[in-house]
């Protein structure tokens, strides 16, 4: 015989996938924005590397 009534794993499920997503999304967002920090910083040092060498 089928169950009556709502699905018994459905709401925690839902909440569990929306949980992971964001887990996910925040970590990837984290990660892009530590090469971007991580670019600029390389682009500043380069910068000042360029600047403070004599050119010939």
Do not use: D, F, I, Y
């Amino acid at each position: 015989m089928a169950k009556k009534g709502k699905a018994k794993n459905t709401v925690n499920k839902a909440k569990h996938s929306k949980l992971m997503r964001q887990k996910t999304n925040k970590v990837k967002l984290e990660k892009e924005q530590h090469k971007a920090r991580l670019k600029e910083l390389v682009r500043k040092m380069n910068e000042e590397k360029n600047k403070n060498t004599p050119s010939k």
